[in-house]
């Protein structure tokens, strides 16, 4: 059952995966052909994220060069 009074859930991780299936329907529709798995990457920001993950490891003093 629904909470009474109006309190609203979110999740997060849901409301995130569904606005990037949005941008991958816009940047779908405006193509061409095909979308490249490259631009799916590039729509996702899949490289930022490796980037954003490999820099906090980078920070983390485990000692490694």
């Known amino acids: 059952m629904a909470p009474v009074g109006g309190t609203a859930v979110q999740d997060h ?3 995130a995966e ?3 299936c949005g941008e991958l ?5 405006a193509a061409e052909e095909r979308l490249s798995l490259e631009s799916i990457d ?4 899949v490289g930022e994220e490796r980037a954003a993950g490999e820099a906090a490891s980078d920070g983390s003093g485990s000692g490694t060069q």
Do not use: F, K, N, T
């Open 18 to 20: 569904i606005e990037l």
């Open 13 to 15: 991780v849901a409301l």
């Open 42 to 45: 590039q729509v996702l920001r």
């Open 25 to 29: 329907i816009i940047a779908a529709s």
